[in-house]
């Protein structure tokens, strides 16, 4: 009887999988086990300038082979390799690991602070843009030293460094602590000429019993209108940083920022109210007047008192138009402080005052777009404040020598 050739076409395409599965790294596709993998959990890229290396450095740890397993130490590692170039250094790393390396589910990148010094941050742009195994989504930090030194020291509170770098971030984030920016985020920042970024920078020290401690503390501005030249590197305080989270829009989830200040009345101390600051809304216009341009930041507040030892009675009108005045006075001091900063002495662009322009005043910007870095710091900026709402915190406020 003769067979058709449909019947044997399926045969072989159910067994197709079952063939490619017996394979060997010599003769077919090998299929590895969960225990053969190293998934890469931080990932640290520091550059040698005397022998012109790029020194990579990762901590892994092995999938767990039952499902809701913690991670264990013993699961963990960490290794190094250089190499001329950064692909040329993770080809190395790979050659000094027995599991294959996975990194679609690495949580951070440290930069270290010579590579951003040097002129070689277009080399590691480009190696984490076109890696399709990279997550886009990957915080980026900047190391205060050298990025192996962090991504090989021993968490505190985590079993492993990514764990525990990603928690501090996350926690701070929620307070305007600090400002991380993604890798997507340095991608898109690295392709625009006039815009610079600013990241959070890590740092290790010893804590109480000699063990380390990691900081994420500040924001390291990079770039100048030249993201190619990534040579000129400041840092902003906490202070800064937080005036930059208010008038800036640098994450999806907007902070809750607290500032500490004095109503000034009689027996207050220096900074006896705690209130915590939300940003409702930001609207950003601009001018252009007598050939230059003016921009117009107005913010939208919301406010709820944390935490007060005044004297005068929060639950009046008066009282809370005293406390809106003295926080807003704070805020608008903060940021002009920053913009100062940022406008004259880094004359670096991270709050996208050119692509404001750019959009608002097209003809403008075409015009005078080789003028820029002369413009730039001399761009008046005018804020004022509107509150939404400001909450007491409590039902209410029991008076001096009230019983309750």
Known sequence: ???????????????????QGCGTAEGGIAVRELNQLNVVMVTGVDYDPKHKKFILSIQTVKPALEKGTAVSPETVYTTRATGDTIMEASKNLRAQTSGKLIWFHGKVIILGHTLVRENVMKEVIDFFARNREIRYSS????????????????PNSEVMMGYELNG??????????TVVVTLKD?????????????????NKSKGKGGK???????GVVINAFNPKQASRVSVLSKKEIQALRIFHKM?????EIIYSVSLGAKGDTKYNTAVQVKVRNRKATSTIENGRPKIKMELT??????????????????????????VEKKIIADIRLLLTRLQKKDNADI?????????????????????????????????????????????????????E
Do not use: C
């Open 1 to 19: 009887m003769k067979v058709g050739w449909k019947p044997l076409l399926l045969l072989v395409l159910i067994m197709l999988p079952l063939i």
């Open 139 to 154: 915080w980026i930090l900047i190391a205060k030293k050298t990025a192996e030194e962090i991504v090989t020291a021993e």
């Open 168 to 177: 501090i971030i996350n926690n701070q984030s929620e307070w305007g602590r």
């Open 186 to 202: 340095l991608i898109n920042n690295y392709s625009d000429p006039y815009a610079g970024f600013v990241t959070g920078q890590v």
């Open 212 to 218: 380390d401690q990691i900081i994420i503390a500040d």
């Open 251 to 255: 994450a999806q989830q907007e902070p």
């Open 301 to 326: 507040l919301d406010g709820t008192v944390l935490e007060s030892g005044t004297q005068l009675d929060l639950s009046k009108k008066e009282t809370v138009a005293r406390l809106e005045g003295v």
């Open 351 to 403: 709050v996208g005052f050119a692509s404001l322009i750019h959009r608002q005043h097209k003809d403008y910007w075409h015009q005078h777009e080789k003028q820029w870095r002369e413009i730039y710091p001399n761009i008046p900026v005018d804020i004022s404040i509107k509150w939404n709402s400001i909450r007491n915190g409590i039902i209410r406020q029991v008076k001096v020598g009230e019983k």
